[in-house]
């Protein structure tokens, strides 16, 4: 009887230890099972997202020359009632920076406060100032163009906070941008409400990426010096330019002028700050006729050799007026091309008829954006359906009237003849860096496709040389080197009818033709008292061309 109670405690002692150790488990199988939500506790109560405001990434071009950086820079707040103070103490400040570039800037948000900035100067005494001026001085980051006006509208400004206005730097602020936030173990005091013990990001974390642009910044200087120098001979309102690597899309230079310098952004009129070069949509003129030749190169199967009247260069019908700048009568393909005949070009449209007319302008690359870069300036152009067309739509367009197009769209068609009717996208971006990563941007895109036949792109090619040998591109030509090139001369419209004086004169062609290196465009806005694109736009072209050249050892 006794052992048979010994055994019954002891089997409900063993029984009750077991349940005890079972039940010691079931928190840690709970905790396993919720992990996730305990973490997000943790998370919540423990971790804290922290933003700070480091360094805006810089823009680099081709070569590593630094087109825009940060530099640190002083500020001095003070309040309207202490401005006699501060202007007896500003003539101190400039002698302490020995530069006069303290300025007064009032906020728009809070016009009671006054933001006074003055550059980190090498040589100034900030203890002195804070003595005598009575204003303390703060910290930041200005964001600086070291080159002044080069590339300017393309870069485009940031503001007093380092948020960008335009340009690239609005285009890539998503890689350019300072702010970042970090996930930081910290324990929270309530009644300061403030973080303890907090371990700020090393400063590496702080840097954004800087960007490495295709541009080449001596080619640049190149191309907006001839462009100024071209609207100031020729009294134009302005004029825009694009030189591009031919076998690549790499964009070597993106010139607009007058120039504005993002350092004092504020002060350029709203029309310069405007970047023609990407941002401007007009009517293409005569260089458009590249897009009905090719049409009609591809569909008009006929006997190669067959000849055009071109009505001794005025045509009448449909209650519409053709003219051409020559009377001529029977001319070939190559003759309507090489002499610009606005009736050839039209004729040959009625031979493929409007919708492969149509078809192609989109095939090379009318009516869409071509760097397909997100918030990008780069307009798209405009190019009616097919279903608003009229008689007097589709004899403009065969001639580069009636649509609009984009300086990019007609490089990027320029540069697939050049290619042998191979498309190849351009491109403004080259890599970017951070202090423990490069990404290459591939020069070499998936996406190059083809356009138009060899045989095709080949003939263009060759009525392109016609031209610029004894056609109206005769001032783009130079001994000892093959240029292929088309010019162009279109009316600007005003008050809903075109305007005879006010035109914009172009020239885009590549060199050297068979084997070509160099893809250029050039426009020039509003010349007087000369138009003509062979006049006006050729010489300018040519002389970007040689140097470009030059500059890259061809």
Not at 169 to 179: C, G, I, P, R, V
Not at 496 to 501: A, G, M, R, V
Request: one cysteine or more; a positive charge.
């Amino acid at each position: 009887m006794y052992s048979t109670n010994i055994k019954l405690r002891f089997f409900s002692l063993l029984f009750g230890l077991s349940l005890t150790i079972l039940a010691s488990f079931i928190p840690i199988i709970k905790i396993l099972q919720n992990s996730t939500s305990y973490e997000a506790i943790y998370e919540s109560q423990f971790l804290k997202y922290i933003y700070f405001n480091g360094s805006r990434g810089s823009i680099l071009d081709r070569n590593g020359n630094i087109l825009a950086t940060n530099m640190l820079a002083r500020s001095f707040n003070t309040h309207p009632e202490q401005e006699p103070l501060f202007k007896r103490s500003k003539n101190l400040l400039d002698s302490i920076s020995s530069l006069s570039d303290l300025h007064i800037i009032r906020h728009n948000k809070n016009p009671s406060k006054l933001s006074i900035y003055t550059y980190n100067h090498q040589n100034m005494n900030f203890s002195k100032n804070i003595q005598v001026t009575k204003f303390k001085p703060h910290k930041n980051l200005k964001r600086i163009y070291p080159f002044h006006g080069l590339l300017g509208q393309s870069l485009g400004s940031v503001n007093l906070d380092n948020l960008p206005l335009n340009g690239f730097e609005k285009t890539f602020h998503f890689y350019l941008n300072s702010f970042r936030s970090f996930l930081i173990p910290s324990l929270i005091n309530s009644k300061k409400s403030k973080f303890n013990n907090c371990t700020a990001p090393l400063p590496y974390d702080l840097k954004a990426p800087d960007l490495w642009l295709t541009i080449n910044s001596n080619i640049q200087f190149i191309t907006e010096s001839i462009l100024q120098k071209t609207i100031e001979q020729f009294n134009a309102a302005g004029g825009w330019a694009i030189v591009m690597l031919t076998t690549s899309g790499e964009i070597l230079a993106i010139a607009n002028a007058p120039c504005i310098n993002p350092n004092n952004s504020s002060q350029s009129y709203e029309n310069d700050l405007r970047n023609s070069s990407l941002a401007r949509s007009f009517e293409p003129g005569s260089i458009f006729k590249i897009v009905t030749m090719a049409a009609n190169l591809e569909n008009d199967l006929s006997d190669p050799d067959f000849k055009i009247y071109c009505e001794n260069g005025l045509l009448n019908v449909n209650n519409i007026q053709i003219k051409d700048v020559s009377s001529k009568q029977w001319l070939s393909r190559t003759e309507i091309f090489k002499y610009s005949s606005n009736i050839g070009s039209f004729k040959l449209a009625e031979r493929i008829g409007e919708k492969v007319l149509y078809e192609y302008i989109h095939k090379l690359g009318f009516g869409k954006y071509i760097l397909d870069i997100p918030h990008s300036e780069e307009a798209r152009g405009s190019v009616p359906k097919i279903k608003e067309w009229n008689f007097a739509r589709f004899a403009n367009i065969s001639y580069g009237y009636g649509l609009t197009t984009t300086s990019l769209q007609l490089l990027n068609m320029i540069n697939s003849i050049a290619n042998n009717g191979i498309q190849i996208p351009p491109k403004i971006l080259k890599q970017i860096s951070s202090s423990n990563n490069v990404k290459k941007i591939n020069p070499i895109s998936a996406s190059r496709k083809r356009i138009l036949t060899e045989q095709a792109a080949l003939n263009i090619k060759n009525m392109m040389l016609e031209v610029v040998k004894n056609g109206s591109g005769k001032r783009a030509y130079t001994e000892g080197l093959l240029i292929a090139g088309k010019t162009g001369t279109v009316e600007k419209v005003l008050n809903k009818s075109y305007n005879k004086t006010l035109n914009i004169s172009s020239f885009a062609g590549f060199a050297p033709a068979f084997s070509p290196i160099v893809s250029a465009l050039i426009c020039i806005d509003e010349p007087k008292p000369q138009a003509f694109g062979g006049i006006v736009a050729a010489p300018a072209w040519k002389e970007i061309i040689e140097l470009t050249l030059l500059e890259l050892g061809s």
